[in-house]
């Protein structure tokens, strides 16, 4: 079963607007598990105007990616330093590459806490426009809303703070059809190699998320 002991070591694949950091966080709230999100370290960065945030920026509104080794050494970091990790972990944009896939796996294999659950959220390009360019987040959490498809209660706002929702920088046409292609490319081959590895399965993102949450615990065995 993938979830031991109410304990989840799990990978969400899929591309961007496949609904990562929306179910994320029923995933966090059922298996207490901690969320790491390394597009949010990286706009954490960004906003903070660091040295790498300065750099990352770029990067990421070309619809690129960072190098695997600063974000082997970011997403090590939280594993070994955050206490919410201790029950577990939901990794949210990681691994995006076969190498990051690799080390994560050494890296856990160190450990002795292997990965149990690798999941792809699955969608059609096409849907993917649509969901992206409406989308909102408020980026103190993560909190993402769509302008037609998940409005927040008051236009604008974050449902549970009050504070303003942004536009990422990188949410337009444009830098989608990049950061498609970044994913056929380098991503996509992640799910033959934890087909391999034995820990993949799939669920029809396109559907609600409703719809997609309920299938996910399925796929957990709940
Ligand atoms: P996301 O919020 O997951 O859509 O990530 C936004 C952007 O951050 C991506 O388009 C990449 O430029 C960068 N990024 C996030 N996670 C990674 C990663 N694991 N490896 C390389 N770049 C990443």
């Keep these: ?126 849907l993917l426009v649509a969901r992206i360019t409406g989308r909102l987040v408020h980026p103190a959490s993560g909190r993402s809303y769509h302008k037609l498809f998940n409005p927040p209660k008051v236009p604008g706002k974050d449902d549970v703070t009050g504070e303003p929702l942004v536009q990422r920088s990188d949410d337009n046409a444009d830098a989608l059809k990049k950061r498609l292609a970044t994913y056929h490319k380098q991503t996509e081959p992640i799910v033959k190699y934890y087909q391999k590895t034995g820990v993949w399965a799939a669920v029809d993102a396109s559907q609600n998320p409703k719809n997609v949450w309920s299938d996910i615990l399925k796929c957990l065995g709940q």
């Design 1 to 126: 079963m993938a979830a031991e002991n109410d304990t989840l070591r799990m990978v969400l694949l899929g591309p961007p607007g496949a609904g990562k950091g929306t179910q994320a966080p029923n995933l966090v709230n059922k298996f207490g598990a901690c969320h790491l999100s390394t597009g949010d370290m990286l706009r954490s960065q960004i906003s903070k105007k660091t040295e790498l945030g300065l750099q990352a920026k770029k990067i990421m509104d070309a619809g690129g990616l960072i190098s695997d080794d600063i974000m082997v050494g970011m997403i090590k970091g939280e594993l070994e330093n955050n206490p919410a990790c201790k029950k577990g972990f939901i990794l949210d944009g990681f691994p995006r590459t076969i190498p990051q896939a690799e080390k994560l796996d050494a890296m856990l294999a160190e450990k002795n806490i292997p990965l149990q659950k690798a999941l792809e959220l699955k969608v059609d390009d096409e």
